[in-house]
């Protein structure tokens, strides 16, 4: 059976090389790194995940808690992650932690306490104050994403300032009857990402002087986004644009525009935020915030949390304009005050 000696003799390097480049800890050249991992897969050699564990005092593993897995989102922000944890050595376990609370008591109470990990990255959770004490309580690195929670340390994103960027590209354009699409919580308005949007953009139209703005809380679907704009299009005095919190909420604006007989963007100008994979194919213009690269860098984050090392850090934004916005049509421009183009 292949050991750690027959990869050294392979790699020309010491056990004790061998070790480092294969757990992804202590200080190795990249050439080195690569030769050794090289002459281990040659041998099919593969470390012991019990044995380094034993050796190292930790578990070569990250869990990743994500309240949900079946959204674009999130899977590009695994994606991610899994891209920076691999090369390192390192696996990757998800918790999913739902609205149930029972559910979530079983996460924070069992799983995460059964020391399988090195480390934690929470994503986009809204967590009450005992939850926090919990996850903090586990004397574990924890990295938050998307976390507005100040006691949690995280890479965040200003979501005010996106939303404030997308409705004032809206404001710019002459548009004064604008809808937001968003998700209405218990509490209202709170501290979660859906209610920070909210606050950006009424803070925008605030500022514009624009008292009658209309915010509409639905499902962060494709399904919501249709039916919440199709009710708004078939108003008596319907908007003439809608920011929608994200792009998938914006396709299903897109979906009820074209079936109310609306063309995008002479009668309706639709802007999303996240910058789906499918957002240059519709011409959604959107707020990028590029989850892969925010998977990356939450990986990053916490391995250097595992090794006693600080790396957050605000995320990055940027408008990305397309062809579903425009100034409004001169009549719906006129009628709603806003200068014709």
Known sequence: MTGIDDVARAAGVSAATVSRALSGRGRISDATRARVRAAAADLGYVVSAAASALATGRAANIGVVVP?????????????????????GYDMTLYSMSMDRAQRDGVLDVSLRRGRVDGLIVLSLTLADDEVDRLLALDLPVVGLGSTNRRLPALRIDDVAVARL???????????????????????????????????????????????????????????????????????????????????????????????????????????????????????????????EQGERAADAVLAAVDGRTELGELSFRLVERTSTSAPHGGLAEKSGAPAP
């Open 68 to 88: 949900l897995l079946d959204r674009w989102f999130f899977a590009n922000v695994l994606d991610g992650i899994a891209s920076r944890l691999t090369p390192r």
């Open 166 to 292: 997308a409705t004032e590209h809206l404001l710019a354009l002459g548009h004064r009857r604008i809808a937001h699409l968003g998700a209405g919580y218990p509490g209202d308005p709170g501290l979660d990402i859906p209610s920070l949007r909210r606050h950006g953009f009424d803070a925008a139209m605030a500022d514009a002087g624009i008292r009658d703005s209309r915010f509409v809380a639905t499902d962060f679907t494709i399904d919501g986004g249709y039916r919440a704009a199709r009710a708004l299009l078939r108003e008596a005095e319907p908007p003439t644009a809608i920011f929608a919190a994200s792009d998938e909420l914006a396709f299903g604006a897109l979906f009820a525009a074209r079936d109310e007989g609306r063309d995008v963007p002479r009668d309706l100008s639709v802007i999303g935020v996240d910058g789906h994979e499918m957002s240059d194919f519709f011409g959604l213009t959107t707020i990028a915030q590029f989850p892969h």
